[in-house]
């Protein structure tokens, strides 16, 4: 770790001294590779969010979002960015806030290119201090063998829950009744055998939260986490894990992560999923492998069957898949049994496809109300074994076009509310229960860009043909596109298309 630079961003909205500080200043020197700059606070967040840097250094007050707003939004999309201020506003109210912000430093201007220096390798130690105390230590022992023997053995234990809990008690796990547990498996993309003493640094991170020990497994680490008051706040702190395992074990890595459940004899059942759910991901980040399906499942012995259909048709071969429907739909099949089916794929192709398409698919196979059709069984199991074929068939058309199935719905959402001032990617990872920095890593890499730039993409197209229709002022255009400042709005339009609104509606729009 000590060779690799922190990245950072400078955001300052006076140009002399930004253009002082980004080339004057010795980064690689301090520990730092500069990778951009802004002179407002929306051009910093767009580049927060594309280059994903570990340091942001910015002035508090600047143009359409402030730094104390900046600090506050950037940490949603990486949780471990640092922030430090540059502010020539030293009063109490200022300061305040810089604190109530966690900010690394707050510097005041005027500040010499000496002080900042020294200011830089200061806020380096502190960044190299963060992350040494996530780092593994030389240990004598493991105390991980009886986690790994409840994770991994694949033959039911004759063991009690009681007796389960003593060897979980005896490797520091401690928790009382009722509990939730989850298991995570971290992948590293490669081939390379981890370290034992890797397992440490996935500990290091989730026991400020949670009850839980981690073993290596070959290019794997597996964790069981335990917790007395539920998992609400998981995936801020699985963000942070990715971002600090990535950076101490030098490889990308993808966090795969269980359903929850409530008792310790399904922990093998728990770990299977992790396993699926790290390797149907996407690519690297967090997935869980509920999010790969439409809903959580009630907790009870069939769960991982459940969880295997889901995976066979989202991303499984057909031959499996047809195998799991001949057995599944089989004529001692109840119709009960056939309705949960039912229920599971039409869940699986609604959160993926969208209500439209999954309506068309029930219409073409007449399943949009089994229960009042008075279907024949056997006329009814086919049916659900037709919709189940088509239903993988049309999900991997989807994967062929080289679209995340997340991302389509993104943008599908961007398409139909860019209108809406409130939409952002916080607004809408909440929305499609997945953390901002997931969300984010999903739009580079499928759509092509960050969701910030497709949001405005998407406001100045529509602004550009509301501007040349000629029918509206140009403050019923900015609210028609999701700003409600002209001013704001006007600044995006220009940035965007080169010319002002006025200007392209007077036809001066150049070689727009």
């Not at 143009?63 to 502010?87: K, N, W, Y």
């Not at 009744?177 to 992948?187: D, G, I």
């Not at 070959?218 to 069981?224: A, D, E, K, Q, V």
């Not at 101490?248 to 359903?259: D, Q, V």
Request: aromatic content about 8%.
């Amino acid at each position: 770790m000590k060779d690799q630079l922190f990245t950072i961003i400078v955001a300052d909205d006076e140009v002399e001294l930004r253009d002082a500080v980004c080339g004057m200043i010795r980064w690689e020197e301090l520990g730092f590779r500069l990778v951009g700059s802004a002179d407002n606070g929306l051009d910093a967040l767009q580049l927060v969010e594309q280059l994903q840097p570990d340091l942001l250094l910015t002035d508090i007050q600047m143009p359409f979002i402030t730094g104390t707003a900046l600090a506050r939004q950037v940490r949603e999309l990486q949780p471990l960015i640092q922030v430090a201020f540059l502010s020539g506003y030293d009063d109490f109210e200022y300061a305040q806030s810089a604190i109530e912000s966690d900010v690394i430093a707050y510097l005041l201007k005027p500040i010499s290119l000496a002080e900042l220096t020294q200011a830089l390798r200061d806020i380096h130690k502190k960044m190299e201090g963060r992350f040494r105390a996530f780092a593994p230590k030389e240990t004598t022992g493991d105390l991980s063998l009886a986690v790994s023997t409840l994770l991994l053995d694949p033959f039911p234990w004759p063991v009690s829950e009681a007796g389960r809990r003593l060897l979980l008690e005896n490797c520091g796990m401690l928790f009382t009744e009722p509990f939730e547990l989850m298991v995570l498996c971290l992948s590293v993309d490669s081939a390379q055998v981890l370290p034992q003493n890797a397992a440490q640094i996935v500990d290091n991170v989730l026991r400020r939260s949670y009850s839980c020990s981690s073993f290596v497994s070959g290019p794997r680490i597996l964790s069981l986490l335990v917790s007395e008051n539920g998992f609400e706040r998981l995936d801020d702190t699985l963000d942070e894990l990715y971002y600090v395992a990535k950076r101490l074990l030098n490889a990308e890595c993808t966090l795969g992560i269980s359903r929850r459940f409530d008792r310790l004899e399904r922990c093998g059942a728990a770990c299977r999923e992790a396993v699926d759910a790290a390797r149907l991901a996407d690519g690297p980040g967090v997935q869980h492998i509920s999010r790969l399906q439409a809903a959580e499942m009630p907790l009870h012995d069939e769960r991982y069957q459940a969880a295997q259909f889901d995976r066979l048709l989202f991303s499984g071969d057909r031959k499996e898949l047809e195998s799991f429907l001949s057995s599944a739909l089989g004529t001692s099949a109840n119709e009960m049994a056939v309705m949960q089916l039912l229920v599971a794929a039409q869940g699986v192709l609604r959160s993926t496809l969208g209500d439209a398409e999954c309506l068309r698919l029930l219409t073409r196979f007449g399943l949009t109300d089994p229960l009042r059709a008075g279907l024949d069984p056997a006329v009814f199991r086919s049916r659900v074994y037709g919709l189940c074929l088509a239903g993988q068939d049309r999900l991997s058309q989807n994967k062929q076009a080289g679209m995340s199935l997340l991302v389509d719905r993104t943008l599908r959402i961007i398409e139909t509310r860019y209108m809406d001032e409130e939409l952002s990617l916080n607004s809408v990872s909440e929305e499609l229960h997945v953390s901002p920095n997931y969300l984010s890593a999903n739009m580079k890499k499928y759509a092509g860009d960050t969701f910030i730039n497709l949001l405005i993409q998407k406001r100045m197209e529509a602004a550009k043909a509301l501007i040349q229709m000629k029918t509206l002022k140009i403050g019923e255009v900015a609210q028609r596109c999701g700003y409600s400042d002209q001013h704001y709005f006007s600044f995006c339009f220009k940035k965007y298309y080169g010319v002002s609104p006025a200007k392209m509606r007077r036809g001066e729009e150049g070689a727009v």
